[in-house]
């Protein structure tokens, strides 16, 4: 069985996986990190959306081999213990999350925007989200957080 | 009376752990030494099971077992009408694809997986029944030989005053035939869980639920078990809407852990969700509705015929309610309603946002729309001269409770999306210019209406417990209220502990709502009916007013430790009643909430897409208890609503099916989304509401189809009678009209 080798969220991490393993299984399953929710399984909803050195992939489609020595960032990785991040806060703040399970996968879209994007437009926000999924909300709210957490990450000099 | 936290958008009670991803939903338990379990699903429609060999997959190293109807205590179970098995065994039909043949249980879900497909169905297939329509007829195959000789599961009749003098006094009389889909809830959480046996020996299930209480009945009955030896634990719920009403993974978690005694673990996969599990009632409508040259409705003659699928499931309570609502938010006189349920081979449909009430408001404002335009009058005016107000007679005979709030919901819309009211009357905005040469533009308007809680007699009550924890000083340190409401995303808990923390005179954030447990936790009825604010809502006052009181004694004996509790019912207010078999006369429903909304819309004239450039959506809520948590199910219901209009369809071919994924059903995206959102809270209150609320999670949905198809009438002249408009059928309705096709 291979060993795979991560920096997951900052951490390196070994983990034995099969040739055929994915992602979103190897987090859930076999690192406890159940953030990374699956509800399409065949990426068409991005609940399982998390950063591969910086990009949004879907977990639930991508081989966990491919992350061999390669940065990963899941929901886990966002915030402090008793500080969330500022796009964590602003869906907070602007009653985003609803059933909360696409949550996690769009507040991860929303980094990778933000990280490349400081400055989106309403439109590039959409496309940034476009991706995911949600049953819940009609997606205002979210748009509106993400507006709110650019504007907060551009009083502070950027994300980060 | 100003209040402290009723009124203020707090942060939800879940959200940080929510945005964290730390809150648990089913498929994130796991339990020491667990197993895990895969459904054998009927491979069709309607057939008899002849022979089931499960040999092959008992070989495979790893299975544990394999459950057919043999090891089922009682092989029955149902929400409305036990009419269906937990696992059909040889001898017995298949009545749609959901059905179960066996559950296969391994050490691995790969195991599990690779065992399901090695058990062996042989089947008679049997004459498949798909529309409700031909299912109704003398002679049609019979789904259910047991329940008598019809597939007819239901005929509601409404006869209000004169339907021949109401027609005769109309100048103008309009008829349609509408046809609304089976609709997929599709909550982005897939049915999971995780059964076992708890320390107290118990069979357990850890599932996402909408009333908890009502599966314990059902479970308990299924395993012959009394109802303490059964326990269901509600964790985070990724969504319902109606879907996880009725068990579909509940009592097969429970079936694995009683039969095998150790923690089984069962997730479903897309695929599994879409194909196995209830939707919406596809509703077929014969609309008649005849008004005076002044615009007074005169008369309705309505017929609708609801797909109830493969077993009753809710249909008979949904059917009701679409009967009630079948003639909209208006004063009609004259009215005839025949409203039917019929099986069939199709899908299981059962509750979904709107109840029944979902449907008929399509083709009532569709009616509406097209009587303005045939008496020449503006659809905003017409609506003003005939819609509810308190005391006003409704469909059913009785008068219209206080708070009726329809007409300012109208009122704030149409100001909102540039209506300007002169003298008696409405004049429409102009819309500007499309965005492009090959666009039309146009306006729609509709409302709707819906009630809250349980209707026609149903005893609907909630009991809540709320427990005080005092400090030193006697003040309250901490409330806990625990209730059996489900959450499942619009913010219940946070609502009820809003309303805890305002009736306490305590901060907000002192409150908790317990983790719904059935043995920790009293019955507070179904997450459905948008009952919990208003039911719940009003339990919660009641037994924190009780908690009150009793800190007063606690304050002279020392005591730390305070709980009360407090079952409220829905009689107490108003007592409901069941229709007359003869006319339909009765007080159906407790409290009810009000919804207007306007779409702008341009229709692209070269591929028939239609894009929604506005939306404004005012809903009477009678108090917004939470106001962001209020626009938030507004965006969600328009987000479904918008769904129903332009692109959600269940299809299904002779009972199979043929959208099974979200590449093949389309849910709105957030680009096809409207572009501008513009949310209304209008607060007419409703004297028995806590703190004047009424419900508002299904109201919301209620309108947009009908909005946004009256608006593509407005755009470029065509009527879409049976949805979704899909720019394909909107295309060759365009060519229709120009005689092209």
């Known amino acids: ?160 | 009376m100003s209040n402290r936290v009723v009124g203020q958008s707090v942060p939800k009670i879940d959200a940080a752990t929510k945005v964290r991803g730390q809150r648990k939903f089913p498929q994130d338990f796991n339990m020491k030494g667990q197993l895990y379990a895969k459904v054998v699903w009927s491979e069709y429609p309607h057939a008899r099971v002849l022979k089931i060999d499960v040999s092959p997959a008992e070989a495979l190293p790893g299975v544990v077992a394999i459950l057919t109807s043999k090891d089922v205590p009682v092989n029955e179970y149902g929400i409305n009408i036990v009419d269906q098995p937990v696992l059909v065994g040889e001898g017995e039909k298949v009545r749609w694809l959901g059905d179960r043949i066996a559950i296969v249980i391994g050490e691995s879900e790969k195991i599990a997986q690779e065992a399901r497909q090695l058990v062996r169905v042989e089947y008679e297939p049997l004459p498949v029944v798909s529309d409700p329509r031909e299912a109704m007829k003398p002679g049609a195959p019979l789904i259910h030989e047991e329940r008598g000789d019809s597939n007819i599961l239901k005929h509601i009749k409404i006869r209000k005053g004169d339907i021949e003098k109401g027609f005769a006094e109309a100048d103008v009389v309009i008829e349609s035939y509408y046809v609304t889909p089976h609709v997929e809830h599709a909550y982005m959480q897939p049915e999971a869980g995780v059964g076992y046996i708890d320390e107290k020996g118990r069979v357990t299930v850890i599932a996402a639920a909408q009333w908890s209480h009502d599966d314990l009945h059902q479970i308990s009955h299924m395993l012959d078990l009394p109802l303490d030896q059964v326990r269901e634990i509600v964790p985070a719920i990724g969504g319902a809407f109606g879907g996880r009403e009725d068990m579909y993974i509940q009592h097969l978690l429970a079936l694995c852990a009683y039969c095998v005694r150790r923690p089984v673990k069962m997730v479903f996969d897309r695929e599994e969700s879409i194909r196995n599990t209830g939707k919406r009632h596809p509703y077929y409508m014969k609309y008649r509705t005849g008004a005076t040259k002044e615009g007074k409705l005169t008369a309705v003659e309505i017929e609708l015929i609801s797909d109830a699928g493969g077993y009753a499931s809710t249909s008979i309570p949904v059917l009701n309610n679409a009967a009630s609502f079948a003639a909209g938010p208006y004063v009609v006189p004259h009215a005839k309603v025949d409203a039917y349920t019929v099986y069939t081979n199709n899908a299981v449909t059962m509750a979904m946002r709107g109840f029944g009430s979902t449907q008929p408001a399509f083709a009532y404002e569709m009616q509406m729309n097209k009587l303005a335009e045939a008496l020449g009058v503006d659809p905003v005016e017409l609506r003003m001269k005939n819609l509810l107000e308190d005391g006003s007679i409704a469909l059913t005979g009785n008068p219209m409770p206080k708070g009726v709030g329809i007409k300012e919901t109208l009122r704030q819309a149409a100001l909102g999306a540039g209506w300007r009211e002169e003298a008696d009357h409405w004049i429409k905005p102009d819309l500007g210019t499309p965005s492009a040469p090959y666009r039309r533009r146009g306006i729609g308007v509709a409302c709707g209406y819906k009630n809250v809680g349980y209707s026609f007699g149903f005893d609907d009550k909630t009991r809540v417990i709320v427990e005080l924890a005092l400090d030193e000083s006697g003040e309250i340190a901490r409330a806990l209220v625990k209730l059996g409401a489900s959450d499942q995303g619009m913010g219940a808990h946070t609502a009820l502990a809003q309303i805890a923390a305002e009736a306490l005179g305590i901060d907000y954030e002192k409150v908790r709502v317990a983790l719904v447990d059935t043995s920790v936790v009293p019955d507070a009825g179904s997450c459905s009916a948008s009952r919990h604010v208003y039911m719940s809502g009003n339990a919660v006052i009641r037994a924190c007013q009780e908690a009150v009181r009793k800190r007063q004694e606690a304050l002279r004996t020392g005591e730390r430790r305070v709980s009360a509790e407090y079952e409220y019912h829905g009689r107490s207010v108003r007592p409901t009643t069941p229709y007359d078999d003869e006319n339909g006369m009765c007080d159906p429903h407790i409290s009810y909430g009000y919804t207007s909304q306007i779409a702008l819309v341009e229709v692209d004239v070269e591929t028939g897409q239609t894009e929604v450039l506005k939306l404004l959506a005012a809903q009477d809520v009678g108090k917004a208890i939470n106001p962001e948590m209020v626009k938030g199910q507004a965006g969600g219901g328009v987000h479904m609503g918008l769904g129903y209009a332009l692109t959600e369809k269940f299809i299904q071919k002779e009972g199979l099916v043929k959208t099974r994924r979200f590449s093949e059903y389309h849910i709105p995206t957030v680009a096809d989304m409207p572009r501008e959102f513009i949310p209304f809270i209008v607060e007419v209150p409703d004297p028995t509401g806590p703190f004047g609320a009424k419900g508002v999670g299904e109201m919301t949905t209620l309108p947009t189809a009908p909005a946004i198809i009256s608006a593509i009438h407005d755009a470029v002249g065509i009527w879409i009678d049976n949805l979704p408009a899909t720019a394909e059928k909107v295309w060759w309705k365009m060519k229709e009209k120009a005689g092209m096709a």
Request: glycine share 12%; hydrophobic share 35%.
């Open chain 1, 1 to 160: 069985m291979p060993t795979l080798k991560m920096i997951l969220n900052g951490q390196e991490v070994f983990v034995d996986v099969e040739a055929g393993d994915l992602l979103a299984d190897v987090l859930r399953d076999r690192l406890g990190l159940i953030g990374t929710k699956i509800s399409c399984g065949e990426g068409e909803c991005g609940a399982c959306t998390v950063l591969v050195d910086g990009k949004a992939v879907d977990s639930c489609l991508y081989p966990a081999l491919k992350v061999q020595g390669r940065e990963v960032v899941t929901i886990e990785g966002l915030g402090e213990d008793n500080r969330l991040d500022p796009i964590q806060q602003a869906f907070v703040d602007k009653t985003a999350p609803q059933c909360g399970y696409c949550i996690p996968g769009m507040v991860i879209s929303a980094k990778a925007l933000l990280d490349e994007n400081p400055h989106p437009t309403r439109q590039e926000i959409e496309e940034g989200i476009s991706g995911n999924l949600c049953r819940c909300t009609g997606y205002y709210q979210i748009i509106e957080a993400i507006e709110l957490a650019a504007e907060r990450l551009a009083e502070k000099g950027g994300p980060k």
